[in-house]
Structures are given as C-alpha cells and as structure tokens.
C-alpha cells in the first residue's frame, strides 16, 4: 500500500510561482510513474503532468507545457511539480498519483491517490 501526501499549494498572484511536493510513505515510489491531476469547481479532474518510474520520460498537458515541470526527487520517494507564470485558470485542488511505470494521462492508469492540496490564483 503506497499513501500519497501533497503539500506546498496556497495562494499566490498571477503570474507567480509555487512548487508542490508530494511525499510516499508505506513503499517506495521508485517503481511507479507519477502524475499530477487537478480538479476545479464543478468540473471534472485533468490531468496536468507525468512523469516515468524512471525519470527518463516526461508528458504534459497542452496547458502546462513551457509553465510547470514534473520532477522526481533524488530521494526516490517525493515527486514535485514546479509551477511558474500561474494564471487564475491554474486555480484548483491538485492531486498526485502513481501507478504503472510509464507516463499516463488517463487517472484509470493509477492506482494509489494523494488527498489533494488547493492551489488558488488570484488576479
């Protein structure tokens, strides 16, 4: 059993930076692929970025591309997602994942699940 904790969200201005961690506790994350989903009001959650069990491949959502960057710790057992020139779209509750070993961006390719940390933009 792997249990997931997010953490660094809050709220930052347009145009600003944060960067969310999400730490594995129970077994190591070094065999999973990870990835961030994000979930607004009244709408559905998306996927944001993945990256493999190995670090060697990344993919992103068309919204994230050249903003937020996927990236595994040298502890093996965080992953972070860096997130610069924020935009009040960016606004939602993000979530970690991991399952599987490449990357993913369909939630039905992961099989363990953070409870989520808010990140708001304000304009």
């Known amino acids: 059993q792997v249990q997931l904790v997010e953490s660094g969200g809050g709220l930052v201005q347009v145009g600003g930076s944060l960067r969310l961690s999400c730490a594995a506790s129970?077994?190591?994350?070094?065999?999973?692929?990870m990835g961030w989903f994000r979930q607004a009001p009244g709408k559905e959650r998306e996927f944001v970025a993945s990256v493999s069990w190995n670090g060697g491949s990344t993919y992103y959502a068309d919204s994230a591309k050249g903003r937020f960057t996927i990236s595994r710790g040298n502890a093996k057992n965080t992953v972070y997602l860096q997130m610069n020139r924020l935009k009040p779209e960016d606004t939602a509750v993000y979530y970690c994942?991991?399952?599987?070993?490449?990357?993913?961006?369909?939630?039905?390719?992961?099989?363990?699940w953070g409870q989520g940390t808010q990140v708001t933009v304000s304009s």
């Open positions: 994942a991991a399952g599987g070993r490449l990357v993913a961006a369909s939630p039905a390719s992961y099989e363990y």
């Open positions: 129970g077994r190591t994350l070094s065999s999973y692929a």
